[in-house]
């Protein structure tokens, strides 16, 4: 059976002294690459490959002799890296092969490609051959006998490549396992599944962005399946993406609906019609790829916000009938998502039911704390000076920005400043709660459905 070896750059001893490569803020490139390494590793033996890590305590030249002492036909192998620089605003990930091959250079976009696909944050460098590193050639390319690819996930000195790979490691790791799966099966020639008999294809109606599709989808073992030229519609490149199952009928290919989900494209479906309803989030005017930064603009509608409140809790507005407007406008005058504040106090106050230890009178909507240690949290005079002080303290997290207004936050000066660029990395640091983030974000979600947005 085919295997996969990776390889955490650093960590081991060169010259016997250990090397643990860059470091920046007591972190170091070694410790981040081991953590996101020893995440990759049981969930490619969860799909059913066959993994080798390759031992942290080895030097290069060790490891590369390592992999090539266990080398069989059909094996791939991979190093992963972050760098630094004096220029702090160097960032993204790049994907290294050995010069003047293009095989090797198509398997570096593959790695690349899956894993934008799972942090779309982090922007790309781009595949490019080892010629165009800093020493001019890379001995893991060069040396190792599989084929081998050095990827670098970022830079350790840019605060928001150090940020993602701090919060996001799982991102990380998931999209490098599905490249690796891509890369090991179109190494070994994995081939096609073959299609269900035809009589299992009952036809379905597809529309994209409210229109209809002139073609029909297939529905196969309950599952829908639309026609792959429908990706080109949408501006989605799948031709050398191998981990979109695919199936042949009619002499039209075809690709299960749900798989688009990767590629930020909502996906509904009507029984009553029997048809797939797709949005194309781009063609609505919302970046996904932007949609958990902090700072930047909400894209409800003030009405929007208004009838989710309503929708959620008919007597939501009793006691703060201008709360929606209030959000929108606190946000843009700090340069704070609305949508995301305005969420996170759905989140907080169980939609405006409060119930817990902050009282709806004290106008605190984020559970922000009071000074001195008072457990039922801080309390301020009217709901605008409430909502500031969430929008200020979301702000302390996500910009090193001053604020535009007076600061009324009473907790403002014990955040690290821009400690929490995303949603994400709200988790833990404004509540315990280790899926504090993922919660605000199912709610922002939810609201931009309800308002058509997604």
Partial sequence: MAQIFISAGHGGFENGIQDLGAKIDNITEAQEMIRIRDLIVPELRSRGFQVLSVPDDLSLQQSIDWINARNQTGDIALEIHVGAFQ???????????????????????????????????????????????????????????????????????????????????????????????????????????????????????????????????IIVNNNSYVPIDLADRLGIDLASNTEILRVRYGNVVYIKTVDLRDFNISIGWDPASRTVQIKSHSALGICPGLMDQIMGHGNASLVSLIMFLKNNNEAALQDFPDLPKIYREEGVIEGVNYDIAFCQMCVETSFLRFGGDVKSSQNNFAGIGAIGGNAAGASFPSARIGVRAQIQHLKAYASKEPLVQELVDPRFRFVSRGSAILVDQLSGRWAADPYYGEKIMAMLRRLYESAKLL
């Fill in 87 to 217: 220029n702090t605003d160097v960032r993204g990930a790049t994907s290294y092969y050995i010069a003047n091959n293009d095989a090797r250079k198509a398997h570096a976009e593959l790695m690349l490609l899956a894993l934008m696909r799972r942090v779309p944050q982090l922007p790309s460098r781009g595949a490019k051959p080892d010629t165009a590193a800093g020493m001019g050639r890379l001995a893991f390319c060069r040396l190792v006998e599989p084929p081998s690819l050095l990827m670098e996930l970022g830079y350790l000195s840019n605060e928001r490549d150090r940020s993602m790979l701090l919060s996001r490691r799982r991102d990380f790791a998931l999209g490098l396992a599905d490249g690796l799966a891509s890369w090991s099966r179109a190494t070994n020639g994995t081939p096609e599944p073959s299609s269900p008999a035809a009589s299992e294809f009952p036809t379905v109606n597809i529309t994209i962005n409210g229109g209809v599709y002139e073609e029909k989808g």
